[in-house]
């Protein structure tokens, strides 16, 4: 498609203003054969003295679509280039701060970051730049991938950013009540069974007796048995500490469940996304006893009770680290679709299979949507500092009452890193 008329949105006051004068005095007349509408206000003298034949001024107009549909390319920053980019045409991004330049493959990433020229650090342009581009575009040297524009700026949709939006200033309200406290226990658990198991090579259990003079012993002390859903919808706890049990294990159900129902409090279970696996097989090969996991009726019994928060755990138990950014993407967000679905219910934690998790884990599980990440004996000891890395203290059989008073005691995280200490 030729380029023949050219739009260029924005304000005529301060910076912008500035733009849209250089569009007029300096681009313009070189491009003879083409047509700039500058769209914007107020429309003062200046402006209109400065006109070339090839150049109108509309003033503030409200049909912004109206626009995109009369021109062949448009010049913009900030939201500009993102309706015009969903209208289908070729962009030219130069924002207050800095020249994008036209928008494609090799641009995208930094006109997004920048908000399309409006905020990033201040560099100065030379107008030469952008006859230089819009050269090559009008010559058809250079062509711009304007199919491919719908899907670049699909996560500025509102149904897309309004959750984003949501979970910044719900991230805002839970720090500022996990500030209050230096070390919030946070225990892990695996498997709940009613005799000690004949072998376990990882000792990833408790006794539902041992379990059950834990949370009888916290009761007594005063604290509040809590999930990180609750601290997500605002419960504020005087004195938390919370529960946690990986994997979704049958026993869960089966001896877990009770307990939280006999007692009246809360724990977090973290499920596998994927639902046809029904043991752990994981840890088979390596010695440890077959156990199964918990089925869809199971795991909806367990979040019915209202005493039980279900987490994402992935959704094959896969190590994170070791996955293509794509698999990386489907453990972490489809394992909260479909934990979603099928519990009719938001997913607020995930917690990293292994403990295993780097910078782009943790920033694939803030951006799938959660507001906790969870790792195993990794992260600051304050939780408040990164609710990325929610680390963890392990829970493991045979704990006696002391070491167990001692691992709750609010203070446990610091003692270990000061002696040095593995949690
Ligand atoms: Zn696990």
């Not at 839970?174 to 000690?196: A, D, G, N, T």
């Not at 049990?245 to 279970?269: M, R």
């Not at 392990?394 to 446990?412: E, H, L, N, V």
Request: hydrophobic content about 40%; charged content about 25%.
């Amino acid at each position: 498609m030729a380029l023949i008329n050219i739009a260029w949105i924005g304000r005529l006051t301060g910076p912008k203003g500035e733009i849209a004068w250089r569009i007029i005095t300096e681009v313009a007349p070189h491009f003879p054969q083409l047509h700039f509408t500058i769209v914007g206000g107020p429309v003062t003298e200046r402006f209109q003295q400065a006109l070339g034949s090839n150049v109108t001024l509309t003033g503030f107009v409200d049909d912004v679509n109206k626009v995109f549909a009369e021109n062949d390319l448009v010049i913009g920053a900030g939201r500009v280039p993102v309706e015009a980019m969903r209208f289908g045409l070729p962009v030219i991004a130069v924002g207050e701060s800095c020249y994008i330049g036209p928008v494609d493959g090799s641009t995208i990433a930094v006109a997004k970051a920048s908000n399309f020229g409006d905020c990033d650090q201040l560099q100065p342009w030379q107008s030469q730049q952008l006859k230089d581009d819009l050269s090559a575009l009008v010559a058809g040297e250079r062509i711009l991938p304007t199919a491919e524009y719908g899907a670049y700026v699909d996560d500025y949709r509102i149904d897309n950013v309004y959750p984003k939006v949501m979970n910044v200033y719900r991230q805002a309200m839970i720090m500022s009540y996990l500030k209050r406290f230096k070390e919030i226990p946070i225990l892990m658990y695996h498997r709940v069974l009613r005799e000690k198991p004949e072998r376990s090579k990882y000792n990833i259990y408790v006794t539902v007796a041992e379990l059950e003079w834990q949370i009888e012993n916290l009761k007594q002390r005063g604290f509040e048995l809590i999930t990180f859903k609750d601290i997500a919808a605002g419960v504020r706890a005087k004195k938390p500490v919370i529960l946690s049990f990986d994997d979704g294990y049958e026993d869960n159900y089966q001896n877990l469940l009770p307990l939280l129902q006999k007692h009246q409090v809360k724990a977090v279970i973290y499920a596998l996304g994927d639902r046809s696996i029904r043991n752990n097989y994981w840890d088979m090969g390596e010695g440890e006893a077959e156990a199964s996991l918990m089925s869809d009726e199971q795991l909806l019994a367990c979040h019915r009770s209202g005493l039980v928060e279900i987490g994402a755990h992935g959704l094959t138990h896969s190590r994170l680290s070791q996955l293509d950014a794509e698999e990386l993407h489907r453990e972490v967000k489809q394992s909260k679709i479909v934990l979603e679905e099928l519990l009719e219910d938001e997913v607020v934690s995930f917690a990293y299979p292994y403990g295993d998790y780097g910078v782009r884990e943790t920033e694939q599980v803030r951006q799938a949507g959660y507001l906790f990440g969870v790792a195993t004996i990794t992260g600051p000891v304050n939780l408040a500092n990164d609710l990325m890395r929610v680390r963890r203290i392990t829970m493991f059989p045979d704990t006696i009452p002391a070491a167990f008073k001692k691992k709750t005691s609010g203070w446990y995280l610091r003692y270990c890193k000061l002696r040095g200490k593995d949690f």
